[in-house]
């Protein structure tokens, strides 16, 4: 959770269905002999000054003399030390590395970065480089310049296959089928590629055009699309039997409080009468998005509470103007994390409905982006979130009102017993 930017981050977003995070992140840029000598002591000494800004930007009551003269983790190593060692590593790696030709040295240079922030022990805390700050921000506002198709592909890195085309996208315009084969994007043959690879050649700047070679049916098509802004389709929702409904979220972006409210006056239209809220296997997203969503739901009251390392505490409140009152059941499952777990706890905790699944996740810190200023971030947990009842979920999850696991059903593949059991908890309340 990013309590700065109100981005609520979970580590595995990037999933092999959604055109976000695909940069390669490879940059060439390998020389050799003295050259990258120089080049490699500049990365060294950019790098200490880069992390010196961090630990400013962080921890503020230390001054610069204090952290490379005074208080490195022993107390005796100072920047020439760091900066010598690293010195050191470079001549050996020159003088015998086998695949000399192959380095990529902004890549070194970003592992120091890297290495520092991850040397913590944090598995939160992440140092992000240009294009995955890039990357990170695009996938956390839920928008991004391509064809509007979501796209998998088969394990071990086969057949790249589209799963999905947005009504009116320009993939949809180009006459993109969920079910073509990916062949060849522009002139380069996808086979042997990676998905991320593939997808970053798909996306592009708006209004430029991408031609795409797909098999269909046994026949190779040829279709071109320009490129437009997408907004990610978070929200899922229809009116299921006994006129309730269901409204599946698959993470908290930006856009997806407008997609959820949409949902929610859409079904009280269609004259709902208890609700199902699906938040299985969402890995979290933006703070801001999940509180206001609360806000459509809750009574007036505290929301979730921070506290940093200071003791020093935040409330986010409601103030129940728009209180849901119907039966109302939420799923949850062990990939429920983060902003679900603020969103699960929160309708649990004030009983505004019932949680149904399994005991989520467990992730109850915050993390703060705090941008570098060159196009890069560190990611910080900084703080530690409380349910408005007090708990800590952090290590322990969300446990359910209703413990359901998951049982696959070979005679039903399309079955959803967990689903099925929401469903029943819900028709209860209505009778």
């Known amino acids: 959770m990013n309590h700065e930017n109100r981005n609520h981050e979970d580590e595995n977003r990037e999933t092999e269905g959604k055109e976000v995070n695909a940069d390669s992140g490879v940059r060439s840029s390998a020389s050799g002999g003295e050259k990258t000598d120089d080049r490699f002591r500049a990365g060294i000494l950019a790098g200490l ?9 962080i921890w503020g009551v230390w001054t610069i003399a204090d952290r490379v003269h005074g ?32 380095i990529d040295e902004d890549a070194l240079i970003d592992g120091i ?33 391509g064809i509007g198709a979501t796209m998998s592909q088969a394990a071990g890195g086969g057949t790249i296959t589209v799963t999905d085309v947005y009504e009116d996208s320009p993939a949809d315009k180009a006459g993109m089928k969920a079910g073509d084969i990916l062949c060849q994007v522009d002139d380069k043959p996808v086979d042997g590629e990676s998905l991320e690879t593939v997808v970053s050649w798909v996306k592009g700047e708006k209004g430029t055009e991408v031609t795409l070679y797909v098999e269909r049916d046994g026949e190779q098509l040829e279709l071109t699309a320009v490129r437009d802004t997408i907004e990610m389709q978070t929200v899922e ?45 969402n890995p979290g997203g933006n703070l801001d998005t999940v509180t206001d969503m609360l806000r459509l739901l809750l009574p007036e009251g505290t929301i979730v509470s921070i506290k940093d390392k200071d003791g020093n505490s935040e409330e986010l409140t409601c103030d129940g103007e728009n209180e849901f009152t119907k039966p109302l059941a939420v799923l949850v499952n062990q990939y429920s994390a983060s902003a679900s777990e603020i969103f699960s706890a929160a309708i649990q905790d004030y009983g505004t409905g019932r949680i149904v699944g399994v005991t989520t996740y467990g992730k109850g810190v915050v993390q703060q982006l705090i941008t570098l200023g060159d196009g890069t971030c560190l990611k910080l947990t900084i703080a530690e979130y409380f349910t408005p009842s007090g708990r800590s979920i952090n290590g322990t999850g969300v446990e359910p009102d209703v413990e359901v696991q998951y049982v696959y059903d070979a005679d039903n593949p399309e079955g959803d017993n967990q689903l099925d059991a929401a469903i029943s908890t819900v028709r209860e309340e209505m009778e």
């Open 49 to 57: 000054a880069a992390a010196l800004v961090i630990l400013i930007c």
């Open 71 to 102: 208080s490195f983790a022993t107390g005796e190593i100072t920047e020439k030390d760091v900066a010598d060692k690293l010195d050191q590593l470079n001549a050996l790696i020159d003088k015998y590395y086998l695949y000399e030709d192959e």
């Open 113 to 145: 970065y890297s290495g520092y922030a991850a040397a913590l022990g944090d598995p939160y805390t992440v140092y992000y480089g240009e294009e995955e700050t890039k990357a990170l921000f695009e996938s956390t506002s839920g928008e991004f310049s």
């Open 237 to 281: 929702y229809e009116m299921k039997e006994d006129q309730i409904g269901y409204i599946a979220v698959s993470e908290f972006d930006e856009v997806t409080y407008d997609q959820f409210k949409e949902a929610l006056d859409d079904l009280e239209n269609q004259g709902m009468e208890g609700l199902v809220i699906d938040l299985r296997n």
